[in-house]
């Protein structure tokens, strides 16, 4: 079975083609070289359906012409089927290729960019490329659906951030793995600043008598922001995403989160010498985003500011996003814990 021979003697499975995976949802450096590009070709064994990512396995020949089942990554299924990619494309038996690159500890896993159909057909998985946005009716304020403007959001984290800590945070750090203790493979959304920033995934902005309701497709998160409320309960639980209270500055909301437990700013921070660190927050942790709406690029904007004085000696830079008005309609997230290999 070659169905897509020319390709294979073109490129082999090693390839110089670099892919994007620019909306990833986890970090994609610690897992998978980008300078090894791979091409495989083979039969659909398994396709696991599932969220934050999907895993499509596939039969096929090495480059000694021995056979493997390689299990390759890719975005989740919701995000994957909103880009054009259906299940039924790659159901249990179907003929395809996969373009991708290969994975830093196992030589039978990939995360891939494209598919390659037996018709002809090559979809890439973030979508086919839009010379227009699409027209969507005009907004009158931060209420509604959004979605991450392509390149709409700056991260930033405290100047020299693993330099700049505290030895309770120092502790933290040691004690967490990257590869191991990322909070998304328990299904946990992180915290507030990571939620927003989730590509691919839309989220929703609601008031509901005195609650302002944050929904983000990703991880399913729906945050309650208090209006009622001038502070947040002394003896209150502490959660992933805190507690937050809010109120409105002219037309901007701002939204103040305390309350958090212990956990983890960034899941990893890539070092010099190639290897990832996290960054982890005390429950001292406090989030105050700015939320306000641009009628001119129907869109809204947010500012998020972090301090965390119990584990950093240098204050944060802020953290901004565009996020562009959307008819997409949010769905079951259903997040499966991932099974780590």
């Avoid at 986890?26 to 090894?36: C, G």
């Amino acid at each position: 079975m070659q169905l897509f021979s020319h390709l294979w003697r073109l490129r082999g499975v090693v390839l110089l083609a670099l892919p994007s995976f620019s909306a990833a949802h986890h970090s994609f450096a610690p897992h998978f070289d980008s300078n090894k590009s791979v091409f495989i070709e083979g039969k659909v064994v398994e396709f696991e359906q599932r969220n934050p990512h999907a895993y499509l396995h596939i039969l096929a020949e090495d480059a000694d012409g021995r056979s493997h089942v390689y299990r390759c990554e890719s975005h989740g299924v919701t995000q994957l089927e909103r880009n054009g990619i259906s299940r039924d494309m790659l159901a249990v038996g179907t003929l395809l290729a996969v373009d991708g690159v290969q994975h830093r500890r196992d030589p039978y896993m990939c995360f891939f960019s494209e598919v390659h159909l037996a018709d002809g057909r090559v979809l890439n998985v973030n979508g086919a490329k839009r010379t227009r946005k699409p027209k969507v009716a005009q907004r009158d304020s931060i209420y509604g659906t959004w979605l991450l403007a392509p390149t709409g959001w700056r991260s930033s984290s405290p100047p020299n951030s693993l330099m700049a800590l505290t030895p309770a945070a120092v502790q933290a750090v040691l004690a967490y793995d990257p590869l191991k203790d990322d909070p998304t493979y328990r299904c946990e959304p992180v915290a507030p600043r990571r939620v927003w920033f989730a590509p691919g995934t839309p989220m929703s902005i609601n008031r509901e008598a005195d609650s302002i309701f944050l929904r983000h497709e990703w991880m399913d998160v729906v945050r309650e922001v208090h209006l009622d409320m001038n502070e947040h309960p002394a003896n209150g639980a502490r959660t992933v995403l805190g507690h937050s209270i809010g109120h409105f500055e002219g037309e901007t909301l701002v939204v103040e989160t305390a309350n958090f437990r212990p956990g983890v700013l960034r899941q990893y921070v890539e070092q010099a010498d190639g290897s990832v660190k996290g960054l982890l927050h005390s429950e001292a942790l406090t989030v105050t985003e700015r939320i306000w709406f641009n009628a001119r690029t129907n869109s809204i904007r947010v500012i998020i500011e972090q301090e965390d004085p119990l584990f950093f000696t240098t204050p944060f830079n802020p953290s901004s996003g565009e996020f562009a008005a959307t008819d997409l309609e949010i769905q079951p997230f259903g997040c499966i814990p991932e099974v780590l290999k």
